[in-house]
């Protein structure tokens, strides 16, 4: 089980840390990922990183703003979004990936959180 938490309002140029707590099995072993889903939109990928730590990858529209992170003794993850904009407001979403690698794509994860919402005003 995932649960995501940390989402609110915010202005624009601020700051908001998400994390996604994994409870009844370890996810030590997989790869996360965060996703994000804006009203009347598709779901999208945000960043995702690998089961130790050390690969990390962005979506373009978030790269040099957003810091994707783990603390596996904690089983939790970390989404770190700073200088936000408008159109980041969505629904963010973890996910537990298949593999211990992860990638950009939906269907490469099996256990999704229930999401958070993150709103930034102009």
């Known amino acids: 089980q995932l649960q995501a938490f940390g989402g609110g309002l915010v202005q624009a140029g601020g700051s908001l840390r998400l994390s996604c707590a994994a409870s009844?099995?370890?996810?030590?072993?997989?790869?996360m990922g965060w996703f994000r889903q804006a009203p009347g939109k598709e779901r999208n990928f945000v960043a995702r990183?690998?089961?130790?730590?050390?690969?990390?990858s962005y979506a373009d529209s978030v790269k040099g703003r957003f810091t994707i992170s783990r603390d596996n003794a904690r089983n939790t993850l970390y989404l770190q979004m700073n200088n936000l904009k408008p159109e980041d407001t969505a629904v963010y979403y973890c996910?537990?990936?298949?593999?211990?690698?992860?990638?950009?794509?939906?269907?490469?994860?099996?256990?999704w959180g229930q999401g958070t919402e993150v709103t930034v005003s102009s």
């Open positions: 996910a537990l990936s298949k593999g211990m690698t992860g990638s950009s794509y939906l269907g490469g994860y099996n256990y």
């Open positions: 990183i690998n089961w130790s730590g050390s690969s990390t």
């Open positions: 009844g099995r370890s996810f030590n072993n997989y790869a």
